[in-house]
């Protein structure tokens, strides 16, 4: 520890990155980077490459840790009430108790694991043998519910999140509402309803009771908004004169959807990309980009087409590397005005992993006119993203839009 550190009392502290397992805080009065001691145990057995540096919210700057494990750091250590910080909704991570108290079940999981490893002499870091595999989804499975447990007889957090209700009321989102027979559930997971006798997908139902209007129609939901963002905006993400840009690695997406062994992809990318910093940072690199050159619809649609082979390595990154993507990515461009595209863009890239979720379902069109349109079966809510998007889309975006609700009346077979 430097001089002058080992006498700091660290009374003054901020958190790096509230997400990290393993969080790493700032001594304002020193500046001495820390982590809590009751992190020590479970950090020095599952995370010990956490331990020496950390990176900062927003920028992704990586920091060195100089002072180590110290005492009386963290909020819960220091006598004071927690601060909710819930992730984003996932695969996998839904539900608000998974989503609010994501870090004590993940402390949870690995006190346990870290009890049976030591009980028979086991390497923590280890799942390869059945008998360790059952124990980490033992674990799994019972911090979850020590944690369920704990939020029901005295809550850590309260969840002030805004209702469906209540967003679609502030909005003024019109709710097409639509009496449908639901199909029995069989061997697929997907909702179905009946379309006179025929099983479809709940967006199906909602495209073919536009079309009986005049519409057109197309599934959008966020990866065409990807692509269109990867195609448009990798020579600026990507650019070599930004001094943030650095070569990484990613596996290949197309590996994944193979179910075979990944492979490294090499691209360049700066390490603050899809932050609100980065859009702060680059302000005036993204206005040169997204000029009024943009503005011109077949300017638009050339430069599109003439940068969809470069910009691979980015779109693979963001997971916008299908044909499929294009496409619909093209025919966003054919039908939305130029400046709504530009405006888009910019908006992604402001802050790119808070906005690029949450985009409907549909993209309807006609001769002068479109809309987008969201999707919901009886049981299905919105999620936080989507009503994060709604709300962007009233004072941002402007993009004309409903959601189409289609009420259970019956199930049959």
């Known amino acids: 520890m430097a001089d002058g550190q080992d006498k700091c009392p660290h009374e003054t502290i901020s958190c790096l990155n509230e997400y990290d397992f393993i969080r790493k805080y700032r001594c304002k009065g020193c500046g001495a980077v820390m982590m809590c001691d009751c992190d020590e145990t479970v950090g020095r057995a599952f995370l010990p490459h956490q331990l020496k540096v950390g990176s900062e919210y927003g920028t992704r700057n990586r920091v060195a840790v100089t002072a180590g494990f110290q005492p009386h750091i963290c909020r819960d250590c220091r006598g004071l009430p927690p601060e909710p910080h819930p992730r984003a909704e996932i695969h996998g991570q839904t539900s608000k108790i998974k989503r609010y108290y994501w870090r004590e079940i993940w402390r949870r999981r690995y006190e346990l694991l870290l009890g049976w490893a030591r009980k028979h002499g086991w390497d923590p870091g280890s799942r390869r043998e059945p008998a360790a595999q059952a124990a980490w989804n033992e674990a799994d499975a019972r911090a979850l519910a020590e944690i369920k447990e704990l939020h029901e007889k005295n809550p850590r957090y309260v969840y002030d999140e805004e209702s469906e209700e209540d967003v679609i009321e502030r909005c003024g989102v019109n709710v097409l509402a639509q009496p449908v027979t639901y199909a029995r559930r069989s061997e697929t997971k997907r909702v179905q309803v009946f379309d006179g006798k025929e099983r479809v ?46 070569i990484v690695g990613t596996a290949d997406r197309r590996d994944f959807d193979a179910k075979r062994k990944g492979h490294p992809i090499w691209f360049a990318k700066p390490k603050d990309f899809g932050s609100a910093a980065y859009g702060l940072r680059r302000a005036e690199a993204i206005a040169k980009h997204l000029s009024s050159e943009m503005l011109n619809r ?23 590397h299908k044909d499929e993507d294009i496409r619909t990515a093209r025919r966003l461009m054919k039908i939305l005005p130029p400046a709504t595209i530009v405006e888009i863009l910019q908006y992604l890239v402001e802050d790119y992993w808070h906005h690029y979720l949450g985009w409907p379902d549909l993209l309807l069109w006609k001769p002068g006119e479109y809309l987008l349109v969201e999707v919901k079966s009886s049981g299905d809510k919105l999620s936080e993203d989507q009503k994060r998007w709604i709300g962007d889309n009233v004072v941002r975006l402007h993009l004309p839009f409903q959601m189409a609700k289609l009420h259970k009346t019956a199930v049959a077979d």
């Open 201 to 246: 997908s709940v967006e199906e139902y909602a495209a073919r009771h536009f079309a009986r209007d005049g519409w057109e129609s197309c599934v959008l939901e966020s990866r065409p908004f990807h692509a269109l963002f990867g195609v448009m905006m990798w020579p600026l993400v990507q650019d070599p004169g930004d001094e943030e840009v650095q």
């Open 298 to 320: 077949s300017d638009l649609l050339r430069t599109f087409n003439c940068w969809i082979e470069p910009s691979w390595t980015l779109r693979n990154y963001l997971w916008a």
